[in-house]
């Protein structure tokens, strides 16, 4: 495996944080649309585009992948692989920010609508940063969307096409795990993300999204969850269906977060197509909302919505586009979630009990054809505002909050992937405010991101090779 060095933060502040991505050539400009997924000719107005097309894909032996990983959950073999990668990652250096000038320059795609309130979009870049770079991890893997840590320190990954597999500390891939349900993996669709059970050390239960066939063309976002064991998911069962099924292969969502109570929170898309797109603003179905559910898939007692008058007892919060990255607040415990936006008005939200967040209505964006979404207003009462924007999008993909010991000074700030920019985008807060953002280039699409046990960010990438990389301390300081 080649190893593969990208600039380090030193040398990004200094040569200037606002480095736009690469440039497309003609062919893939025109086929890119502003949310970084490849365009439709035959897409309505506001439609999202099917990803960019599968690398080929490798598989390496089943034997070497799996007994390692299972050797590992009892504490033997894999441990000490990861033990003697966190060794070698010491603090990193830290970078004083000369030009803290926003790092965002480009013009908004939408200039008729105004922040709700200062900092809420183009933050500064911080003032101190660490000094790191990029190594590989593992290839062998065919566009991975989702991630999960095991207790021994290999990775649990799910691979759109609808396969799953164990990635060991150095790389090794296991063959695709048995047991994976059908997927409508057309366009947006497929495998989807992956959690551990918070009890995994002792039922071994591992839940994962999916996008499922419903028949007659339509398709929804699933939860399912099954048992690992030697290679295979057991006792697979569908615990959620997002309802109602629908025939489109766009915004399917989704992330699954555990809370400290046990219960899931499950973010979704609104499906693109309006219709359903109009009914984000109903909570009575789970069209663009985020669900809270019980590990069995029944509803908490105390969901807002649980007695089903006002709304679908899963419903947790509504008005939602297309949530593609969630994560709980390390000190609150409070979720937070980032998703697409139009052309134009990704947002950061943080997403309350049976509140409101206002897609279709309220938008920082526009249609993909430059018209106006809706009325063209970004702000109305009763409708919550995100705690930060981005315009132009980046087209977001997987988030962490960082709580690693080597990069002290990103303790507690979020990590976002980007797919269109192909960067990581840091945001520095202050309470639920964003004060700062840092862009850290990455080789491709990122399309998740968590910080390892280590101490390194990990990220997974649409590449045709070193599809899984972790961003560690440069020692050099970036000189």
Known sequence: MRMMLLASAAAIAVAGCNSEPPELDAEDSAALTENGEADA?????????????????????????????????????????????????????????????????????????????????????????????????????????????????????????????????????SA??????????????????????????????????????????????????????NGQLNDVEVIFQQQPGWASTKHFGSRIVFAPDGTLYVGLGERSNNPPRDRAQDPQDHIGTVVRLNPDGSVPEDNPFADGAEGAPEVWAYGLRNIQAAALHPETDA?????????????????????TYGWPTITYGQNYDGST????????????????????????SGMTFYDGEVFPEWRGDIFVGGLATMRVSRLVLDGDRVIAEEWLEAPSRVRDVKTGPDGAIYLALEAADEQIVRIVPDQSGGQ
Request: net charge negative.
């Open 41 to 173: 000719s035959a897409m309505d107005a506001g439609e999202d585009a099917a990803p960019a097309a599968d690398e080929a894909d490798g598989m390496a032996d089943m034997d070497a992948g799996m007994d390692g990983e299972m050797a590992g959950e009892t504490g033997d073999g894999m441990e000490s692989g990861m033990a003697q990668n966190a060794e070698t990652l010491t603090t990193a250096p830290v970078v004083q920010v000369s030009d803290t000038a926003p790092a965002e320059t480009g013009a908004p795609n939408v200039d008729y609508v105004e922040p709700a309130f200062d900092g809420q979009t183009r933050a500064p870049k911080p003032a101190v940063t660490h000094a790191w770079t990029i190594e590989p991890v593992a290839d062998g893997l065919d566009s991975p969307w989702g991630f999960e840590f095991l207790p021994s320190g290999a990775m649990l990954v799910t691979e759109k096409a609808g396969t799953m597999h164990v990635v060991q500390p150095d790389g090794t891939v």
């Open 176 to 229: 695709p795990i048995g047991g994976v349900p059908e997927v409508d993996n057309r366009d947006q669709g497929g495998l989807l993300d992956v959690a551990l059970s918070p009890d995994f050390a002792s039922d071994r239960m591992v839940y994962f999204t999916f996008s499922e066939p419903r028949g007659e063309g339509e398709n929804g976002t699933s939860v399912a969850r099954g048992r690992l064991e």
């Open 335 to 355: 979720l937070w979630t980032i998703e697409h936006g139009p052309r134009g008005g990704d947002e950061v939200n943080t997403p309350e009990a049976g509140k």
């Open 373 to 396: 979404m809706g009325e063209g207003i970004a702000q109305q009462e009763g409708m919550e505002q995100p705690v930060y924007y981005w315009d132009p999008v980046i087209a977001p």
